[in-house]
């Protein structure tokens, strides 16, 4: 196949986690589409235009979900195939999108999806929007709610390989508002904690930060977790005004 067009497609991610795995689940990655192939396929390139995508996680112990949602999605991949003889060249990602609805997403992603292990080059900006929406996202696991801000810019740089996702993450703040919690925690001590990280991200040096992305991969994380909680580590860094930059 030469050329594939995809218009106004939905699409819906839901991972329950309240429901224990096999033990010895192993989660697919992309390079699983080369070695355990059971059809050999070729396409060149593939555009979806204006799609809609949600990803949704429940959590133990908590009756909220977590959701990443992105909007008006354009995305093109190339050079997606599985058949050794046509070339090792990199299946790579391009895409612009609406984070929650709100910011404007660039995303490249680059595979080598012949590689033993798992290896992909990613780099990401968003810009220009509330921080509020990301409450969504960071709790309920997170000690970080937030009150209010803005987002000029965040830009993210990493590599998976194998288990581990390595990075850097610049996140430029505006009139940020956090507070610190944790559930069985001294609410007093919290409290000033959260006046404290304030004090310090008012700090007009402070918001402009720059953070370490680090995440180790459990054999039973998805694609998609693996790359997430791994942006997330870096994002929460950001966030937090004790972090060392």
Request: proline letters at 2%; aromatic letters at 8%; glycine letters at 4%.
């Amino acid at each position: 196949i030469h050329h594939l067009l995809i218009k106004n497609a939905n699409i819906e991610i839901f991972n329950e986690k309240r429901i224990h795995k096999n033990a010895d689940y192993v989660a697919p990655i992309p390079n699983d589409l080369v070695r355990n192939k059971m059809i050999d396929f070729q396409i060149d390139s593939i555009f979806a235009n204006n799609a809609t995508i949600f990803y949704k996680e429940q959590v133990m112990n908590s009756d909220s979900v977590g959701v990443i949602s992105f909007h008006k999605t354009d995305l093109t991949l190339a050079n997606l195939h599985n058949q050794s003889n046509y070339g090792h060249f990199p299946l790579l990602i391009k895409g612009n999108s609406l984070f929650m609805n709100k910011g404007l997403l660039k995303l490249n992603l680059e595979f080598d999806l012949f590689s033993k292990k798992l290896q992909c080059h990613y780099s990401a900006t968003l810009e220009n929007m509330s921080v509020m929406p990301l409450n969504q996202i960071l709790s309920p696991n997170s000690i970080i709610a937030l009150k209010k801000g803005e987002i000029k810019q965040i830009k993210v740089d990493g590599i998976m390989f194998g288990n581990e996702n390595k990075g850097n993450m610049f996140a430029k703040y505006k009139n940020i508002r956090i507070e610190l919690y944790q559930k069985k925690a001294r609410k007093d001590k919290l409290k000033i904690l959260s006046v404290l990280g304030n004090m310090l991200l008012n700090n007009t040096q402070r918001q402009r930060k720059k953070s370490k992305i680090y995440y180790v991969k459990d054999q039973q994380d998805s694609f998609i977790k693996f790359l997430w909680l791994g942006i997330k580590n870096g994002l929460e860094n950001t966030l937090l005004p004790m972090k060392k930059n």
